[in-house]
């Protein structure tokens, strides 16, 4: 356990409660989970606000694609 779907979660909760639009936010979560992989331990070392702010910036939402 890594604790990225947790992560994940609170960073898309940051995101929407900080105004984001859902696609944004999702790329805030996302951002937030491939941070916390890359820790050991599922409780401790949490990513930084500013870390993950730096990784969101290089993502960018794509419409689904329609069949």
Not at 1 to 26: E, I, N, Q, R, W
Not at 34 to 43: F, H, P, T
Request: glycine content about 12%.
């Amino acid at each position: 356990a890594t604790g990225a779907g947790d992560a994940f979660k609170a960073g898309l909760l940051y995101g929407l409660f900080s105004g984001m639009d859902l696609p944004h936010a999702v790329c805030w979560a996302v951002a937030a989970g491939a941070l916390k992989v890359g820790r050991l331990g599922a409780v401790t070392h949490p990513p930084e606000l500013e870390e993950v702010k730096r990784l969101a910036a290089t993502l960018h939402p794509e419409p689904a694609a329609e069949n």
